[in-house]
């Protein structure tokens, strides 16, 4: 089971961190991804850390910008989010994929478990 929690309304140019705390499974055994899905709009991926958290993938509008990372002791995986842009406005999903190969890590197919998602909401 996925827990995502810390969204919540922001305003344009501010930051937020979301948590995605995992139970029930090996956290140290799955790569992590973050998603999101827009009003209207495809769930895409926003970023993406391997098992031990040496390896993250980004998507090319957030880089430079948010940051993956995880703690394995406490089974939690972060999103720090900077510079937030109200199109940016979303609920936040994570997910959980075990024996991922690199290319993998973008698609949300490859991923088994998902969380019940956190909104973030971006004012202008």
């Known amino acids: 089971q996925l827990q995502a929690s810390g969204g919540g309304l922001v305003q344009a140019g501010g930051s937020v961190t979301l948590s995605c705390s995992a139970s029930?499974?090996?956290?140290?055994?799955?790569?992590m991804g973050w998603f999101r899905q827009a009003p209207g709009k495809e769930r895409e991926f926003v970023a993406a850390?391997?098992?031990?958290?040496?390896?993250?993938r980004y998507a090319d509008s957030v880089k430079g910008r948010f940051t993956v990372s995880r703690d394995n002791a406490k089974n939690t995986v972060y999103l720090q989010m900077n510079s937030l842009k109200p199109e940016e406005t979303a609920v936040y999903y994570c997910?959980?994929?075990?024996?991922?190969?690199?290319?993998?890590?973008?698609?949300?197919?490859?991923?088994?478990?998902w969380g019940q998602g956190t909104l973030v909401t971006v004012s202008s």
């Open positions: 029930g499974l090996t956290f140290s055994n799955y790569a």
């Open positions: 997910a959980a994929g075990a024996r991922m190969i690199l290319s993998s890590l973008v698609s949300s197919r490859q991923y088994e478990h």
């Open positions: 850390i391997r098992e031990r958290g040496g390896t993250t």
